[in-house]
């Protein structure tokens, strides 16, 4: 069964700190895996995506995330965080059928 | 301007009483999907349209029905509301071979 784990559920942190929030996945086949943000009141809004290719993708924002595939792992960073970033950030997978991981809630602080 | 929209945005609702809850997309996708979001569960897919007429499960279907009769529009029905239906609701859509863009949200309340 598709399954997506986020393993850090809140994090705080101080503006220009480096940020590394945890995302594995279990998916039998070919993967399409991404990550969105939801800031607070307002829909998710797409940071990045992996469909094939460099398994280093780049964002918007300064984000980006790495695709291990031997680790099912799917991890998002930004090498210095700002206020504006705290959000919550989901990761997901899918392609018709999609499946999301319970989010991390990041709150920066100024 | 290209968007999802979705209506109403806030609904407060009675145990049992059918609603139906809106939502249209401007940008001729053919793939539309419905989640909730549920503090500490994420987003959890109800249901999702591959085309007119095309629709199938996600993983939490139990209790809400569909219809794709058009492609612009997929609404979401409850036909008989419960209060574990309490959430916030997201429609999305999107083209082949891309992500998917999210509406504003719709806030249910069952009591």
């Known amino acids: 069964a598709q399954s997506v784990s986020q393993h850090n559920h809140h994090v705080i942190l101080s503006e220009a700190a480096s940020l590394e929030l945890g995302c594995n996945y279990s998916y039998g086949g070919t993967v399409n895996l991404f990550w969105y943000v939801q800031y607070p009141g307002q829909h998710l809004q797409l940071l990045l995506k992996y469909f094939s290719g460099d398994p280093l993708v780049k964002g918007i924002k300064g984000f980006e995330a790495e695709f291990i595939k031997s680790k099912f792992s799917f991890n998002l960073r930004k090498p210095s965080v700002q206020w504006s970033d705290t959000a919550e950030y989901f990761c997901g997978l899918g392609t018709y059928k999609y499946i999301f991981g319970t989010g991390t809630r990041l709150k920066v602080l100024a | 301007e290209a968007q999802v929209t979705q209506n109403p945005r806030y609904l407060i609702t009675v145990t049992g009483k059918k609603l139906t809850v809106t939502c249209s997309q401007n940008?001729?996708?053919?793939?539309m999907s419905w989640y909730r979001q549920d503090p500490g569960l994420g987003l959890r897919q109800i249901y999702y349209s591959m085309n007119v007429e095309v629709t199938d499960k996600g993983d939490v279907p139990e209790g809400y029905k569909v219809s794709r009769k058009e492609k612009r529009n997929f609404p979401l029905i409850l036909e008989s509301p419960s209060p574990n239906q309490t959430s916030l609701y997201f429609c999305?859509?999107?083209?082949?071979?891309?992500?998917?863009?999210f509406g504003p949200g719709t806030r249910l309340l069952v009591l």
């Open positions: 999305a859509s999107r083209p082949p071979g891309e992500t998917q863009y």
């Open positions: 940008m001729n996708h053919e793939y």
